[in-house]
Each structure stands twice: as structure tokens, then as C-alpha cells.
């Protein structure tokens, strides 16, 4: 087998599967969640621009759209990694970083798409990686801000794997003949690999369409069940700020969309309101054997990142509001729950 023979088959079975797991994710994202539509993307995004290389080595000759359309990929990865870490880390997206961010690389695909002239494509591809290292350094700013986001690793392993391919991408600009330029998308294809199956084996990446209408077998639902409440009655990982679906079901090793379901299929709530309902039936709980404390201090302890979530959320599970609720416990009244979660989680361990 020849040098570029073995370049084509590595590459184009990396690049497909990208693609393939790119797109498989932005679909299930209304089913695991927003972070899946950021990954999916960035899959996509890199998938397309490792493609531009594997293509260009192999015809250096190819059309304008091709080109613009790598360009594009490359513009795509950079808001989607850091989006990514965003999301998957339970924070929100502004508006503009949603729609600004992805400018560039909407542009370049309309270029590709009605074959415009594109005189500066170095440039674009250039500047585009450096945005990708860029991209990169502000997640990993936050990954050291959020550490406990990162339980298994996963989060590290997509920025390493993310820098060596930005890094393949400005070496390529700088080859002096096309047989380096080759090894560039090599190496990026092989990194595309270990990613791809790093995350399907740890359950964070898709290999299949959701289905909305998930059937669940008996034992099925009684193991994620059991394991759902264990993690919460005993492990008390409500109190964890910022949780999300996703690191709720890595901590039970079940998938997203499944998780969904049974809390969805159990209790009728998504899941914020089912966390919420736990972290208030704490409170109440706390507050019932002991008033020296403020309610606002025990809400953080348990899970509330800000006050105004916390009092949204009370006012939804109790009907009152946290100063309305002192003031019936200080004149020896019960109020009680919008919900049938206290008869659940009463007797918690503390």
C-alpha cells in the first residue's frame, strides 16, 4: 500500500465518522440536551476541515467551494468547542455567542456555496486556527475554573486532542511540499479517531438517532431507578451547583436521553425542577430543626448558584416565598409542598 493510499483510507474513515457522530449528535440534541448540538458541531466542523486537507493533498487542484467549505469548518470549531464546555458544564448561552460567533463561518460557507472569488484563503485558514487555539485557551481557562466538571477526564482529553489538530492545521500553512503537508492531516485524523471513540466509550458521544418516543423495559427503568436515587438520597449530588443531565447521568454511567426519560416517565418534571425539588425538600427539612441559619446561606449549600434561581424555584415547590415560609414555621404551621418528593426523600442521611 502507497503513502497516499493509506493516507486516503486512514483519513477518510476518520473524517466520515466525524461527520457521521456530528451529525447523529445535533439531531439528538433535543433529546440529551444542548451541549450534544455543540459537540456534534465540533465534530462536524472538524471533520470538514480535516476533509479539506485529505482532498487538496490528493488535488491540489480542487474547486473554490471546497476550500471555502474547509474554511468554514475551521471558523465553525472554534465557538463550538468553547460553547461546548459552556453547556456541558451547565452554563448559558448569551445570544450572541449562540449566532455572533458563528459569522465567519456562515460567511465562508455562502462564499463556497455561490463560488465567490476567494483570493485570501491562507489568511482565512490562518487566522481561523489561530481563533481555534484561541477558542481552546478560553476553555481551558474555565475547565480550571470548573474542575469538578470534568470527572472522567473527557473534557481533557477533546482540548488536547483539539490543540494538536489546531497545531496540524498551522504547520500545514507552513509545509514546505505537500508530502509534510500530508502528515499534518494524518496526525489530525488519527486525533479525530482517538476522540471519537474516547467519547463513545464513555457515553457522552451518540452513535444512533433517539428516538422521542423511547420505550423502557421493567428492569430497565428499575436499575436507573434505583441507581438515580441512591445517587441522590445517599450521594447527595443535588448539592453539587451547576449540575447537569449530563454529569448527573455519567455519575450513574447511564445515557443522557435514557435519564431523561425515566425522570420524565417518574415524576412528569425535567429535570431542573426534579433537582430543585430535592435541593428545597433539604432546606424545608433544615430549617424545620433549625432556624439560626438564612435560608439564602442553605440554598447555596445545597445546590443554588444564585439567589434569584433559588427563589423562583421555591415559590414553584412550596407556594410561598422563603420569608413567607419562616414566618409559618415560626408560628408553628406546616405549609406544605406542591409535590410528592418530601415523602421520598424524608430520612435522608445528613
Same mark, same amino acid.
Request: glycine letters at 8%; charged letters at 15%; aromatic letters at 12%.
Given at each position: ?43 462536524? !466542523? +472538524?471533520?470538514?476541515? &480535516?476533509?479539506?486537507?485529505? =482532498?487538496?493533498?490528493?488535488?491540489? %487542484?480542487?474547486?473554490? #467551494?471546497?476550500? *471555502? ?115 499534518? !492531516? +494524518?496526525?489530525?485524523? &488519527?486525533?479525530?479517531?482517538? =476522540?471519537?471513540?474516547?467519547?463513545? %466509550?464513555?457515553?457522552? #458521544?451518540?452513535? *444512533? ?142
Amino acid at each position: 500500500m502507497d503513502w497516499m493510499t493509506l493516507l486516503a483510507a486512514v483519513g477518510g474513515i476518520a473524517v466520515a465518522q466525524s461527520i457521521f457522530l456530528g451529525a447523529i449528535n445535533m439531531i439528538n440534541s433535543r433529546q440529551s440536551g444542548q451541549a450534544n448540538f455543540y459537540l456534534g458541531l465540533l465534530f462536524l !466542523a +472538524l471533520g470538514l476541515r &480535516v476533509a479539506k486537507s485529505l =482532498i487538496y493533498y490528493h488535488w491540489t %487542484g480542487m474547486a473554490m #467551494v471546497g476550500i *471555502s467549505v474547509g474554511g468554514a469548518g475551521l471558523w465553525a470549531a472554534a465557538p463550538a468547542l468553547f460553547l461546548y464546555i459552556k453547556t456541558f458544564a451547565g452554563r448559558s448561552v448569551t445570544r450572541f455567542e449562540k449566532y455572533g460567533l458563528f459569522a465567519p463561518a456562515l460567511f465562508l460557507l455562502i462564499a463556497g456555496i455561490s463560488e465567490l472569488p476567494f483570493y485570501r484563503a491562507r489568511m482565512v485558514y490562518l487566522t481561523g486556527s489561530i481563533a481555534l487555539l484561541l477558542s481552546l485557551a478560553a476553555s481551558v481557562y474555565l475547565l480550571t475554573k470548573w474542575r469538578t466538571v470534568d470527572k472522567n477526564g473527557w473534557l481533557r482529553i477533546v482540548l488536547a486532542g483539539v490543540f494538536v489538530i489546531a497545531s496540524t492545521f498551522i504547520y500545514q500553512l507552513f509545509s514546505p511540499n505537500l508530502e509534510i503537508y500530508a502528515i499534518g !492531516a +494524518l496526525v489530525a485524523s &488519527v486525533v479525530l479517531y482517538i =476522540i471519537n471513540f474516547k467519547g463513545i %466509550g464513555s457515553k457522552v #458521544v451518540s452513535t *444512533s438517532v433517539q428516538s422521542s418516543k423511547i420505550s423502557l423495559s421493567k428492569n430497565q427503568l428499575d436499575k436507573i431507578t434505583s441507581d438515580l436515587q441512591k445517587a441522590l438520597k445517599e450521594g447527595r449530588v443535588y448539592r453539587e451547583q451547576k449540575l447537569t443531565l449530563a454529569r448527573l447521568a455519567e455519575r450513574i454511567d447511564t445515557p443522557q436521553y435514557l435519564l431523561r426519560k425515566v425522570i420524565q416517565q417518574n415524576h412528569g418534571k425535567n429535570f431542573n425542577d426534579f433537582i430543585n425539588e430535592y435541593r428545597i425538600t433539604e432546606i424545608c427539612e433544615r430549617l424545620e430543626k433549625d432556624t439560626r441559619y438564612t435560608i439564602e446561606a442553605i440554598a447555596s449549600e445545597v445546590g443554588f448558584s444564585s439567589n434569584s434561581t433559588f427563589y423562583e424555584a421555591f415559590r414553584k415547590v412550596m407556594n410561598c416565598t422563603p420569608a413567607e415560609y419562616r414566618k409559618r414555621l415560626q408560628n408553628g404551621e406546616m405549609p406544605t409542598q406542591n409535590t410528592g418528593l418530601r415523602s421520598v426523600t424524608s430520612g435522608m442521611p445528613a
